[in-house]
């Protein structure tokens, strides 16, 4: 139900954007999360239904951006200045609540995962 796509191989301070495509149904809050070779999985940032709630995790804050097209049923997320820690494969998710929280259990679907790569 969630296709993310945008994924792929940038320079240090490139950017990217990423989106999410949700088929069968609307999400009340959606957003990303991601997971860094042998590290845990990590919360990125999440965007309630209207738009008016964002919520980021500090390493991303000034840099990413979460936004979201409801007639695409679309959510995007546009990262400026990457960084090398950057790298992983994003996660998006969403939420049958009004939540922009920072817990993965807070989520209900989850896409297939799309793969970054930030070179020094």
């Known amino acids: 139900q969630l296709q993310a796509c945008g994924g792929g191989l940038v320079q240090a301070g490139g950017c990217l954007r990423l989106s999410c495509a949700a088929s069968g149904r609307t999400f009340s809050s959606a957003g990303w999360f991601r997971q860094a070779p042998g590290k845990e999985r990590e919360f990125v940032g999440a965007?309630?239904?209207?738009?008016?709630?964002?919520n980021y995790a500090d390493s991303v804050k000034g840099r990413f951006t979460i936004s979201r097209d409801h007639a695409k049923n679309t959510v995007y997320l546009q990262m400026n200045s990457l960084k090398p820690e950057d790298t992983a494969v994003y996660y998006c998710v969403a939420s049958r609540q009004p939540t922009v929280s920072d817990r993965q259990n807070d989520y209900h679907y989850w896409g297939q995962g799309t793969e970054i790569t930030v070179s020094s």
């Open positions: 965007i309630n239904y209207s738009g008016s709630r964002t």
